[in-house]
């Protein structure tokens, strides 16, 4: 098939939710991305925060063909190697105490399960969410995901979510209720902009939730793995939620979902009240252990840790440069750089040269590189991008010349 055949095909076939770029990706190594014409790309978006290790790792590759000789599928009522041996790694760099597991395919799943679990081990049926939070579009991490143009369409969600301001403690004490189960939130905000939270906010809210035995969840299925400069973002602030969502960069770039929960609150799950087809399948298993093994073998937390300092200073160097941009933000390689306006423009444009980049919100362009990122493909993203702003600012300077949106 040629471009043109893959892009009709997928229009014409596909339901239309996803705003496409147009191009047609057919071939990815590390952080370097081909298309199908064999235009080269470096990849600051790593398939929106899954390809942490970089595009088809040569362990992960591997571990997927000795597997898929062995065994694909294994339904988890029964036992399974690669199963355990997964378990085992996970909860071997799972936060202390987080080590009883449910497997699943998303990390909507993985919000799912953490929203029955709750209510399940509390007996209550309130879940505190934050406002501009973001926690997938399943009805029911919907009803705790915060942007309106998600939720309208879909209204009545499932009852009993309240969201509250981010970053305010008061307001989360004065929220807690008789009814509430859970406080539901991302140690960093994703979609909703990179926002990092002032440094006591966790710790306190760590207190909050313990004072008024509530159960504190992590969303960390954007900000895990490394991403931030520690395996888990939690772990930027020393501290441990009661449950704990994992998704995208945990199978190698197979689809996994992962509720991780303290020992006695898993175990409010009786059998048969919570469930998945595909829970913990050999193939996603075999993938997630290489994935653990490269993580952990190459230090790439502690990569994302200093190549994440040297984008972001090359990042503020731009800020320094360019009035449109308003602020550097986040952690790792988790960062996000806030414009004076909408990015629609700037992220076309960068594509156009071969550097993709994501957006979070209107103003705001969000890099989720993969950790194997080098220094000299951030040197080549940050020229490209200093031209598009460059070129950007030009064109609102002369408003003849502004861009249509
Ligand atoms: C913090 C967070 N939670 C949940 C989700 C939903 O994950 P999925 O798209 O795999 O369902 C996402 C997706 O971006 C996310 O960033």
């Given at each position: 098939?040629?471009?043109?055949?893959?892009?009709?095909?997928?229009?014409?076939?596909?339901?239309?939710?996803?705003?496409?770029?147009?191009?047609?990706?057919?071939?990815?190594?590390?952080?370097?991305?081909?298309?199908?014409?064999?235009?080269?790309?470096?990849?600051?978006?790593?398939?929106?925060?899954?390809?942490?290790?970089?595009?088809?790792?040569?362990?992960?590759?591997?571990?997927?063909?000795?597997?898929?000789?062995?065994?694909?599928?294994?339904?988890?009522?029964?036992?399974?190697?690669?199963?355990?041996?997964?378990?085992?790694?996970?909860?071997?760099?799972?936060?202390?105490?987080?080590?009883?597991?449910?497997?699943?395919?998303?990390?909507a799943?993985?919000v799912e399960?953490?929203i029955k679990?709750?209510r399940?081990?509390?007996?209550?049926p309130e879940i505190l969410a934050?406002?501009?939070a973001?926690h997938g579009k399943t009805m029911g991490a919907l009803s705790a995901t915060w942007d309106k143009k998600y939720r309208e369409p879909f209204l009545p969600l499932v009852p009993e979510f309240k969201h509250?301001?981010?970053?305010?403690?008061?307001?989360?004490?004065?929220?807690?209720?008789?009814k509430?189960?859970?406080?539901l939130?991302?140690?960093?905000?994703?979609?909703?902009?990179?926002?990092?939270?002032?440094?006591?906010?966790?710790?306190?809210?760590?207190?909050?939730?313990?004072?008024?035995?509530?159960?504190?969840?992590?969303?960390?299925?954007?900000?895990?793995?490394?991403?931030?400069?520690?395996?888990?973002?939690?772990?930027?602030?020393?501290?441990?939620?009661?449950?704990?969502?994992?998704?995208?960069?945990?199978?190698?770039?197979?689809?996994?979902?992962?509720?991780?929960?303290?020992?006695?609150?898993?175990?409010?799950?009786?059998?048969?009240?919570?469930?998945?087809?595909?829970?913990?399948?050999?193939?996603?298993?075999?993938?997630?252990?290489?994935?653990?093994?490269?993580?952990?073998?190459?230090?790439?937390?502690?990569?994302?840790?200093?190549?994440?300092?040297?984008?972001?200073?090359?990042?503020?160097?731009?800020?320094?440069?360019?009035?449109?941009?308003?602020?550097?933000?986040?952690?790792?390689?988790?960062?996000?750089?806030?414009?004076?306006?909408?990015?629609?423009?700037?992220?076309?444009?960068?594509?156009?040269?071969?550097?993709?980049?994501?957006?979070?919100?209107?103003?705001?362009?969000?890099?989720?590189?993969?950790?194997?990122?080098?220094?000299?493909?951030?040197?080549?993203?940050?020229?490209?991008?200093?031209?598009?702003?460059?070129?950007?600012?030009?064109?609102?300077?002369?408003?003849?010349?502004?861009?249509?949106?």
């Open positions: 098939m040629n471009e043109k055949e893959v892009i009709d095909a997928e229009n014409r076939l596909m339901a239309n939710v996803f705003g496409k770029r147009q191009i047609v990706i057919t071939k990815g190594k590390a952080a370097t991305l081909w298309d199908i014409n064999g235009k080269e790309y470096v990849d600051c978006m790593s398939s929106y925060g899954v390809a942490l290790l970089g595009h088809c790792h040569p362990k992960v590759v591997a571990a997927i063909k000795e597997q898929a000789d062995q065994l694909i599928s294994c339904h988890a009522s029964l036992y399974n190697d690669k199963r355990s041996e997964f378990l085992q790694k996970l909860t071997a760099i799972t936060p202390k105490g987080l080590d009883k597991a449910f497997l699943s395919n998303s990390g799943e993985s399960c953490a679990l709750a399940k081990y509390t007996g209550r934050m406002m501009g973001f509250v301001p981010p970053d305010n403690l008061e307001k989360v004490k004065e929220a807690i209720s008789e509430t189960a859970a406080v939130l991302e140690p960093i905000r994703g979609e909703g902009g990179i926002r990092v939270p002032p440094d006591g906010y966790l710790p306190g809210l760590r207190q909050v939730c313990t004072e008024k035995n509530v159960l504190l969840i992590f969303d960390e299925v954007q900000t895990s793995f490394g991403r931030t400069g520690k395996l888990f973002g939690c772990q930027n602030w020393g501290v441990t939620p009661d449950v704990m969502t994992l998704a995208k960069p945990f199978a190698g770039g197979l689809p996994i979902g992962i509720t991780v929960a303290k020992e006695n609150i898993m175990s409010a799950f009786k059998v048969g009240e919570h469930s998945t087809t595909f829970s913990g399948g050999p193939l996603v298993c075999a993938a997630g252990c290489a994935a653990i093994d490269a993580l952990i073998g190459e230090k790439l937390t502690e990569k994302a840790a200093s190549t994440g300092k040297y984008l972001k200073t090359c990042l503020e160097a731009l800020q320094d440069k360019h009035m449109i941009i308003k602020e550097v933000r986040g952690l790792g390689l988790m960062l996000g750089l806030e414009l004076r306006f909408d990015v629609y423009n700037i992220v076309q444009k960068c594509a156009q040269n071969g550097v993709l980049i994501l957006d979070a919100g209107r103003n705001v362009l969000r890099f989720l590189p993969p950790l194997v990122i080098t220094k000299k493909q951030i040197d080549k993203a940050i020229a490209v991008l200093d031209a598009a702003l460059e070129e950007e600012e030009n064109a609102r300077a002369n408003p003849s010349r502004t861009p249509t949106n």
